[in-house]
DNA sequence: AATAGTCTGTTCGCTAACCCACATCGCACA
DNA sequence: TGTGCGATGTGGGTTAGCGAACAGACTATT
């Protein structure tokens, strides 16, 4: 996927008219996301927003001693910099990429004036966010209510769906940043999954043995946010 | 506040130009809100969005296990309902009125046509929009790392500025409903409050002696978040 | 083949918050 | 003036998750 021919993986893109997709491709960069990048940090002036095609972007909280919680994450069903549009410029969130890949990039004043002039970027921008706000409440409550062996499942969930494989690169260490939970912790919560045969897990790569049971041992956030997600995509398809 | 003489309080409908504001203002309803009243329970459609006066709006989600969690607070400064320009039409959450008083109330679908045939309420609301957001996942962090302690500084600090006064009328048990935590969990934190002096509590009625003490006593969230609001209200006031 | 570095597994004590049960206090209303 | 109920205070046992420290295992590099 190094040229422009996967455009229509990214679900917004896609769901574009002709037209609009004809206004606005001549604008976008197809851009490689390596792991790690950090897109924005917290409070700058956001200059492109970005549509992944099949990375995964993850909306970090940065607290001021150190500790940090991932508030979103975000793949080729949407895109980051929705702030730009809201009028805001910044958010006080990282932006990070979880999961290597490509993405296409617009100039923030592109993505502006499209939105200002033209209803159809507008109306799926707007559910994007609506969707994007539904997770981060989410998150919010799973961070209060559920355990870590759930939240694991939650977050497995939500990158599997994202990459549209079985197969993750991430340590457990990074993992327990994304929760905002101890490394030791995601640990055990693994080893409880791979004494199952949920998952299997080795330096760095998880494997999804077992989907079904994932989402049988996952709280009840993940399914919420993925038929809200969806009940807001299709709604997105009829203009 | 029992007219319509109070419509300025209201921020965003203060901020309207005069042109826009005559536009609206026959299509707002004044009406009162009850302590406990459901707005809206969590998926149902919504029909009205609410201009709080001197009410505050609490936005709950509910657990499948009837556990709670307030993901983000809503008075004087903002609107409920803006799922409805999202293209959401609903929300996964319940919103319940947490401070009695006043709200204009106006029809879904002329917030709709409002904000899809004139920038000015456009912008207002979206930059609100940013700030519910920055709320939602400063609340998630704030779950995720903050003790019951901060939490419950954070909460009053939220709940104070939005009435402009130092006294609050909400039980013990509304409050840990709120945050999300035990009754008891809250009596403990409440107590430790008290014996320094920083609030003074009787049977459903706090009274906030030390302010400044009580935003030292808080996380950082407090601050983040009214700092975000203030930021992007000032950039609300030039069109 | 050795070595350094990274990733994973495990342990021990500790604390915050949980669950449950009950005591007490104060206001409202009969 | 009681009396009942809703609100608050307190205690004991339990647990999830934290912090720190360390051991083993795998990988890459030389």
């Not at 990048?37 to 200059?47: A, H, K, L, R």
């Not at 080893?191 to 079904?212: A, H």
């Not at 709280?219 to 709604?235: A, G, I, M, S």
Request: some cysteine.
């Amino acid at each position: 996927m190094s040229d422009t021919s996967d455009i229509m993986h990214n679900h917004l893109l896609a769901a574009l008219s002709e037209t609009a997709r004809q206004r606005i491709l001549p604008k976008l960069k197809h851009v490689e996301m390596s792991l790690g990048d950090v897109i924005y940090e917290s409070g700058q002036t956001i200059e492109y927003v970005y549509f992944p095609v099949d990375c995964i972007i993850s909306l970090l909280y940065v607290t001021v001693n150190g500790s940090s919680a991932e508030i979103s994450v975000v793949g080729k069903e949407g895109m980051v910099g929705v702030a730009v549009v809201m009028g805001g410029e910044s958010t006080p969130n990282r932006l990070v990429v979880q999961s290597r890949g490509y993405a296409y990039r617009l100039p923030a004043a592109e993505l502006k004036h499209e939105f200002n002039n033209h209803s159809e970027i507008r109306v799926l921008t707007l559910r994007f966010t609506q969707a994007l706000i539904t997770q981060m409440s989410q998150t919010a409550v799973c961070n209060r209510h559920h355990s870590i062996d759930q939240q694991l499942c939650r977050w497995l969930l939500l990158s599997m769906d994202r990459l549209e494989c079985n197969q993750l690169n991430m340590t457990q260490e990074l993992i327990a940043n994304m929760l905002g939970v101890r490394r030791e912790g995601v640990t055990e919560a693994a080893g409880k999954l791979q004494k199952l045969g949920v998952i299997e897990y080795r330096r760095g790569r998880i494997i999804v043995l077992d989907r079904p049971q994932l989402e049988a041992l996952c709280c009840e956030c993940y399914d919420v946010v993925k038929r809200e997600t969806n009940r807001l995509q299709v709604q997105g398809i009829h203009f």
